[in-house]
């Protein structure tokens, strides 16, 4: 199993700055994709960031392509959510989630295992 705790959440202006962090611990090493998630009120679940453990390569939803900026650390424990230039709409919960097989990126389906959720505010 794989164990994700998110951090980071909170309430910002506009244009402003929030980084999330995701402490993944139990079998960081069999993950294949880490991704970034939200939820806000009445709206499905989305992707916004993604990155393939194995090269680090990553994936973002044109929404939030060069304001938001996904990394992993060496240790495959933490992967963070930089995000920048915030917005409105970008106001949700954030969910880490990670998979063990191949998956759509951006897709919620097939991320085995998710976090809590951290709410992000943006007025």
């Known amino acids: 199993d794989v164990q994700l705790v998110e951090s980071g959440g909170g309430s910002v202006q506009a244009g402003g700055s929030l980084r999330l962090s995701c402490a993944a611990s139990g079998y960081t090493y069999g993950t294949n994709y880490m991704g970034w998630f939200r939820q806000a009120p009445g709206k499905e679940r989305e992707g916004v960031a993604s990155?393939?453990?194995?090269?680090?390569?990553?994936y973002y939803a044109s929404s939030v392509k060069g304001r938001f900026t996904i990394s992993l650390d060496n240790a495959r424990s933490t992967v963070s959510l930089q995000m920048n230039s915030l917005k409105p709409e970008d106001a949700a919960i954030y969910y880490c989630?990670?998979?063990?097989?191949?998956?759509?990126?951006?897709?919620?389906?097939?991320?085995?295992?998710w976090g809590q959720g951290t709410q992000v505010t943006v007025s």
């Open positions: 989630a990670a998979s063990l097989g191949v998956v759509v990126p951006l897709s919620r389906y097939g991320y085995n295992y």
């Open positions: 990155i393939y453990v194995s090269d680090r390569s990553t």
